[in-house]
């Protein structure tokens, strides 16, 4: 039975760190000015999407959005969709916030707060179009891979949240956790994997050209200047597409 008050008797590992990261003074000003306007509390309740955002529209989820920059370029090119951003850090907080004003969106609102609680909490059954984690923590010491967020519970969870046909949507530059991501996503009953590959037939190697099933970079993911610099110095980038399977 899915809980939805208080916390669960064991607690689980949280995936960010205790870093608070360092304000700008935008930032700041941002955060200090226009938090109570388009960010909403933690509440132990499901979320009413149609209330916040004053019409019913398709719900995706970001989770982790960093500075805001991919959430605020998305959200501005698809005006269609309504946005609920969630990240634990003020800096990245106050950085969204100030791309909201600056593109004048209305289809945005943050919730800063661990994930796993809002996902568990917050977001009904079956109520998202979409959910995108974008570059997660890879927590790349082997003692810390517990830590990682794409773990098999939590993509339990996130594929029960989404509406049938809803998609998943990961990206990560660490090829060692973007194994674990298809490994982990494809042993998910309730997803399918966009690119083709069944779960019988994913083959999982020791790194991603061995795999099978990773995607295409889908257009509307746009890419970001640490990502370009990236590329431009040889990483790779993994993107993982997978789609809420019928009953």
Sequence with gaps: MEETHGRPPH???RSFSGRRGHFTSGQR????TLRERWCLPYRAHRLDAAAV?????????????????????????DRGRDFLGIEVYPAGVGSLLRRIEAASLTNVRIVQHDAVEVLRDMIAPRSLAAAHVFFPDPWPKTRHHKRRLIQPPF???LASRLQVGGIVHCATDWAHYAVQMLDVLSREPLLENTAGTAPGDTVIGESPAECRGFAARPAYRPLTKFERRGLELGHGVWDLVFRRRGD
């Design 155 to 157: 993509v339990a969870r």
């Design 53 to 77: 955002f004053g019409r019913s529209a398709p719900l995706v989820v970001e989770i982790g959005f960093g500075m805001g920059e991919s959430t605020a370029l998305i959200a501005a090119a």
């Design 11 to 13: 607690p689980h590992i």
């Design 29 to 32: 000003q941002a955060y200090d």
